[in-house]
């Protein structure tokens, strides 16, 4: 069976490749989406590692965050507080919890001249929606290339590795020495899928691990199976010829979980809809179906519906 696996490269701004000019620039600005963040009383600067470190306080109340510091630890915590309706990731029932429970707080440690910051997800029962017991922890240790500090008696985080812990994509504008920040589903979510390629008759897509992955309950994922405007369609695992075109043309290959090209008329209509059918592997052992649903037209891609 001959198929064409069309990749689609997405073009990722790493602001590690700022360049000199930004390190001496007047005014560094901060867009998160279409909104200028606003620092009063200090500014944003890049360091000596071409990262931009801007102010606690400006930078959390932009991103709908609390701060604290820690003066003896010399530690500034920033956390995102969740409810059971807008958690980024809820557990399943178990032994251990005849209950379902919610990842209640995540929250992201600095530590000044430490080039290491701690994030962790603390979960909480569903029924304990004021949160006074954790149930548990999960925690992630993040390796930076610069670290927070402490200039003219203020604190500075540096922002990469706040937003993208937090859920957005980075990226600079070196013409107007503009760090834009932009919400990004796939960075705040235990998997995301990619369209990979299209043609007559067939879709290719892959399933990746979001940066929440390592926190989640969920160990491995596959795809089992896929529907098309209700009617079962052929799907084909990706071979080893296409993982390894995967791995040399994307940028996001060590993410990458499963994948595989769907065989369906997508012709005959103009919309369709896909439901794909995963199997995750918890921690404990259980596994589990889900679906995914997408809308997908030739013209305008596909959108996620659940």
């Not at 930078?59 to 958690?87: C, H, Q, S, Y």
């Not at 008696?153 to 834009?180: C, F, H, I, N």
């Not at 897509?205 to 209700?230: P, Q, R, W």
């Amino acid at each position: 069976m001959k198929r064409t696996l069309a990749v689609v490269l997405a073009i990722v701004l790493v602001f590690s490749l700022a360049p000199f000019s930004a390190f001496g620039a007047d005014k560094i600005t901060v867009m998160l989406g279409e909104q200028e963040v606003s620092f009063q009383d200090a500014q944003p600067f890049v360091d000596a590692n071409f990262r931009t470190l801007t102010p606690l306080s400006a930078i959390a109340g932009a991103m709908g965050l609390a701060v604290t510091w820690d003066e003896e630890k010399e530690t500034v915590t920033f956390t995102r507080e969740f409810t059971p309706e807008n958690t980024v990731m809820i557990g399943t029932q178990n032994k251990e919890n005849p209950r379902a429970y919610f990842v209640g707080k995540a929250t992201l440690v600095f530590t000044i001249g430490s080039k290491e910051a701690v994030y962790s997800h603390l979960w909480y029962d569903t029924e304990d929606l004021d949160k006074t017991t954790v149930v548990k922890t999960k925690t992630k240790t993040i390796a930076m290339d610069t670290e927070a500090i402490v200039k003219n008696q203020r604190t500075y985080a540096p922002v990469k590795y706040l937003a993208e812990t937090m859920g957005y994509s980075v990226g600079w504008d070196e013409g107007t020495s503009t760090v834009t920040l932009q919400w990004d589903l796939g960075e705040d979510s235990a998997t995301y899928w990619n369209i990979l390629g299209s043609a007559k008759g067939q879709l290719t897509m892959g399933l990746y691990k979001g940066s929440l992955f390592d926190l989640s309950e969920t160990t491995s994922c596959t795809i089992a199976s896929a529907t098309v405007n209700g009617k079962a369609a052929v799907i084909e695992k990706l071979n080893i010829e296409d993982l390894a075109f995967l791995k040399e043309v994307t940028d996001d290959f060590d993410r990458y979980m499963d994948g595989c090209v769907i065989w369906a008329p997508f012709e005959d209509q103009a919309e369709n809809t896909i439901v794909i059918k995963v199997t995750t592997t918890q921690e404990s052992g259980i596994k589990q179906t889900m679906e995914v649903a997408f809308n997908y037209t030739s013209e305008y891609g596909y959108d996620v519906i659940h």
